[in-house]
């Protein structure tokens, strides 16, 4: 299991961006490395739900709604996965965590509030 750290939540305006960190202190570089790393949100009355996922090789995925204006990367040397947010939407408005996978087995961070209102 790991310990994950979110930071760089906050209130922006909407099209406003913002730039979420993760980072796993107490993991060393070679185990780190083999993780699945992913920002998952849940808003007020609703589930949890993947936003973005990378491989350890770098390959990302979105979700349909955050296509085009979010960018999940993530940088080994550092234990760190980012998530930059771009042309923010009220309804992106959630607690954001941050998630580890290997072998199906997750690691969950505390998580951090995003909140997008005029």
């Known amino acids: 299991q790991l310990q994950l750290v979110e930071s760089g939540g906050g209130l922006v305006q909407p099209g406003g961006s913002l730039r979420l960190s993760c980072t796993a202190p107490r993991a060393i570089f070679s185990v780190f490395v083999g993780y699945t790393m992913a920002w998952y949100r849940q808003a007020p009355g609703k589930q949890r739900e993947l936003v973005a996922s990378v491989t350890s090789g770098g390959s990302p995925v979105y979700d349909d709604s955050v296509k085009g204006r979010f960018t999940i990367s993530r940088d080994n040397s550092r234990k760190t996965v980012h998530l930059r947010m771009n042309s923010l939407k009220p309804e992106d408005t959630a607690i954001y965590y941050c998630?580890?996978?290997?072998?199906?087995?997750?690691?969950w961070g505390r998580g951090t509030q995003v909140t997008v209102s005029s």
């Open positions: 998630n580890a996978n290997q072998y199906g087995s997750d690691s």
